[in-house]
T-cell receptor, first 113, second 115 residues
Framework: DAGVIQSPRHEVTEMGQEVTLRCKPI?????LFWYRQTMMRGLELLIY????????DSGMPEDRFSAKMPNASFSTLKIQPSEPRDSAVYFC???????????FGQGTRLTVV | AQSVTQLGSHVSVSEGALVLLRCNYS??????LFWYVQYPNQGLQLLLK??????LVKGINGFEAEFKKSETSFHLTKPSAHMSDAAEYFC?????????????FGKGTKLSVKP
């Protein structure tokens, strides 16, 4: 298996623009997690899905952030409108169950100028 | 509320020396504890985890960690550092039976290995 695939690897956008980050989990994994990593706040869980259904989105910072999982092989994290403080590395991870190892993608480095 | 404190944001050791990365946690219930490693420009990879039972846990790449309830600690060690161990290491805690939807991460410790 190719592992968790995220795209793009790098994104530079201007403040106010819409940004969409994409994730393809490992086939057969029922759980998908979106994390954000910054120097100030470290690694934070934003939202996670089970069988394409959002289970906990309490980590989503604002209404500007939204996440969807239309099918078992694809998820998106959207920021609209983007702000400079959204600059971070965003990771997607997937796991077979909630209690087994989560495998992380390589991340998307987002820079909002 | 649960929390994780990693002492030392940056640790430097010589190749062949002992690696000791410190982690203290706070949890209101018996915790599940994890160590992850992040190589440059990569995602996190699980090194080891403690759930119940034996307090000394062995992981990949020669790392191990010991759960000490009295000290609320879960320090990561490796007897002999290798250049390939240079990476950032994260300690994490879950008090929801190990649920990854409730993992709280420490700020990380960057390990440098000198030749």
């Amino acid at each position: 298996d190719a592992g968790v695939i995220q795209s793009p690897r790098h994104e530079v956008t201007e403040m106010g623009q819409e940004v969409t980050l994409r994730c393809k989990p490992i086939s057969g994994h029922d759980y998908l997690f979106w994390y954000r990593q910054t120097m100030m706040r470290g690694l934070e869980l934003l939202i996670y899905f089970n069988n394409n259904v959002p289970i906990d989105d309490s980590g989503m910072p604002e209404d500007r952030f939204s996440a969807k999982m239309p099918n078992a092989s694809f998820s998106t994290l959207k920021i609209q409108p983007s702000e400079p403080r959204d600059s971070a590395v965003y990771f997607c991870a997937s796991s077979r169950t909630d209690y087994t190892e989560a495998f992380f993608g390589q991340g998307t480095r987002l820079t909002v100028v | 509320a649960q929390s994780v404190t990693q002492l030392g944001s940056h640790v430097s050791v010589s190749e062949g020396a002992l690696v000791l990365l410190r982690c203290n946690y706070s949890s209101s219930v018996p915790p599940y504890l994890f160590w992850y490693v992040q190589y440059p420009n990569q995602g996190l990879q699980l090194l080891l985890k403690y759930t119940t039972g034996a307090t000394l846990v062995k992981g990949i790449n020669g790392f191990e960690a010991e759960f000490k309830k009295s000290e609320t600690s879960f320090h990561l060690t490796k007897p002999s550092a290798h250049m390939s161990d240079a990476a950032e290491y994260f300690c994490a805690v879950s008090d929801s039976g190990g649920s990854q939807g409730n993992l709280i991460f420490g700020k990380g410790t960057k390990l440098s290995v000198k030749p």
